[in-house]
Nanobody, 117 residues
Framework: QVQLIESGGGLVQAGGSLRLSCATS???????MGWFRQAKGKEREFVGY????????WYADFVKGRFTVSRDNANNTVYLQMNRLSVEDTAIYYC???????????WGQGTQVTVSS
């Protein structure tokens, strides 16, 4: 059974930082790990992803330069470091896993990030 469990969300003031973790189990072989978010009343947004190695990453324009995706394969964990947070970053953040960036087969339950002004 594949499980993805996000943690690290919470309430933070604008300009602050949070580090989200996604602990995985049951995944075998090589896979991409993605981060998505969905704000209240908005469609889901693709935040970024990391490939088989940390040399292969992609970020949406609205987080580029502020967020960093990394992974620790030995511990089966992927991270999303979020810096210089703004109110517009408030959303539920989800991690996902898949064989390619076009196919996300597994999803976590999400963790709430709330940024206050």
């Amino acid at each position: 059974q594949v499980q993805l469990i996000e943690s690290g969300g919470g309430l933070v003031q604008a300009g602050g930082s949070l580090r989200l973790s996604c602990a995985t189990s049951g995944l075998t072989g090589n896979y991409f790990m993605g981060w998505f978010r969905q704000a209240k009343g908005k469609e889901r947004e693709f935040v970024g992803y990391i490939g088989w190695t940390e040399r292969n990453t992609w970020y949406a324009d609205f987080v580029k330069g502020r967020f960093t995706v990394s992974r620790d394969n030995a511990n089966n964990t992927v991270y999303l470091q979020m810096n210089r947070l703004s109110v517009e970053d408030t959303a539920i953040y989800y991690c996902a896993a898949g064989p390619t960036v076009a196919r996300w087969d597994y999803w976590g339950q999400g963790t709430q990030v709330t940024v206050s002004s």
